[in-house]
Each structure stands twice: as C-alpha cells, then as structure tokens.
C-alpha cells in the first residue's frame, strides 16, 4: 500500500489549505485514514481520523472546529481540509492508512509528509 500526500505549502495565520493523501496497491475502502502532524523538535502527534465508511471523525482538540476530515472511496483519496490556520499548525502532515486510532503504531502504512507552514 502506497500513499501520497500533496497539498502543502506556506500560508498566513487565518488561512486554509486542503491537503490530500491519494492511496494505491490496497483496498482503499478497508482502511481507516489518519492524519497526523510532526512539528520541528516534536514527536509525531494524531491530528484527524475517519472510518472506513466515512461516516466517523475524530479529531485533536487542538484541530476540532478548524479542520475536516473527509474521504472519497471512489477516488482513493483522503482529503484535510484546514480553516483558521495558526502558527503552531507548522508542521509536517503525513497521512496513514490503518486502523481506527489516536496512536501511531496503529496505521502500518504512512505517506512522505508533506510540509505547512503558517506565518504570523
């Protein structure tokens, strides 16, 4: 199982990006998807998931009411879709296929990362 996360990029404080995590060599659908973020320093931390299904999300406390999970089975892509950007959301956002969970071991399957950066 391969993915692929695009999306990333530099954008001021208040801002949005919509990131995307594109998966291949597996059955999409049997997955639960995460995003998850690492800030410079950091350790890996749980961002956002969603069931197999779509119907469930989870997030973060420090992402809920500004950032949406979503997935299309169809397309095999798992979208982040990001509002009211802060400073502190700079990090690394990486993407995994797994099961249903906060913690990192959980999702067997990663993508590269891709890079936000928010200014002040």
């Known amino acids: 199982v391969q993915l692929q996360a695009s999306g990333g990029g530099l954008v001021q404080a208040g801002g949005s990006l919509t990131l995307s995590c594109v998966v291949s060599?597996?059955?999409?659908?049997?997955?639960?998807m995460g995003w998850f973020r690492q800030a410079p320093g950091k350790e890996r931390e749980f961002a956002a998931a969603i069931t197999w299904s779509g119907p469930s999300t989870y997030y973060a406390d420090s992402v809920k009411g500004r950032f949406t999970i979503s997935r299309d089975n169809a397309k095999n892509t798992v979208y982040l879709q990001m509002n009211s950007l802060k400073p502190e959301d700079t990090a690394v956002y990486y993407c995994?296929?797994?099961?249903?969970?906060?913690?990192?071991?959980?999702?067997?399957?990663w993508g590269q990362g891709t890079l936000v950066t928010v200014s002040s």
């Open positions: 995994a296929a797994g099961r249903l969970a906060t913690r990192t071991k959980d999702y067997p399957y």
């Open positions: 060599g597996g059955t999409f659908s049997r997955y639960a």
